[in-house]
């Protein structure tokens, strides 16, 4: 199977401007995740879409949000970037076990440089 | 809402010595562990889980970590390090379909 994908793998934006991050899951799996990677606040957790619907959400403002389509693929979109938005942005999806999900399959991330 | 710690931000260490990266979470409701490892600009890979069953669960280069439901642990160990084992670590817990991760472990192997 194929893993975890994520595009694009670097982006360079303007503060203010807005992106839009992709992800596409292991095929099955219906769960992803959203990460955000800093030197200083290590691995925070966004948000987690399972079936198209948030099932999960972090403390993040609204200015940060997703969705997930029926084939399962995630879009996570930041709007009015800051400066402290510039990070490493990892998705992760996994399946569905009879006591719920297991382990998660992490996507290579998004290095995302906001200047 | 569950927490996970790692007390070692940075363990150095040298080459073909053992080495033991500390993992504590803070509630022993049924919980799934894991070890993730992240090598320099890539993402998180997943090196051992516990779900159930046997406590001592190993990877399959070298790995081993201990389920100590008492202790609310899950420290991950390998009795003899390698250059190649210079990553960040990662403690996780999912709980009731909840991930959590530790703050990560920079282990720096030398020659």
């Known amino acids: 199977k194929a893993g975890v994908t994520q595009t694009p793998r670097y982006l360079i934006k303007t503060r203010g401007q807005q992106v839009t991050l992709s992800c596409s899951p292991i095929?099955?799996?219906?769960?992803v995740s959203w990460y955000q990677q800093t030197p200083g606040q290590g691995l925070q957790f966004l948000f987690e879409y399972f079936s198209e619907t948030q099932r999960n959400k972090g403390n993040f403002p609204g200015r940060f949000s997703g969705r997930q389509f029926s084939n399962s693929r995630s879009e996570m979109n930041v709007s009015t970037l800051e400066l402290g938005d510039s990070a490493l942005y990892l998705c992760?999806?996994?399946?569905?076990?009879?006591?719920?999900?297991?382990?998660?399959?992490f996507g290579p991330g998004t290095r995302l440089t906001v200047t | 809402a569950q927490s996970v710690t790692q007390l070692d931000s940075q363990v150095p260490v040298f080459e073909e010595a053992p080495v033991e990266l500390r993992c504590n979470y803070s509630s022993s409701v049924s919980v799934y562990l894991f070890w993730y490892v992240q090598y320099p600009n890539q993402g998180l890979q997943l090196l051992l889980k516990y779900l159930s069953g046997s406590t001592l669960v190993k990877s399959i280069n070298g790995f081993e970590a201990e389920f100590n439901k008492s202790q609310t642990s899950f420290h991950l160990r390998k009795p003899s390090v390698h250059i190649s084992d210079t990553a960040e670590y990662f403690c996780?817990?999912?709980?009731?379909?909840?991930?959590?991760f530790g703050s990560g472990t920079k282990l720096n192997v030398k020659p």
């Open positions: 996780a817990v999912n709980n009731f379909n909840k991930f959590y």
């Open positions: 992760a999806s996994s399946t569905e076990g009879l006591a719920g999900p297991y382990e998660q399959y």
């Open positions: 095929s099955g799996h219906r769960s």
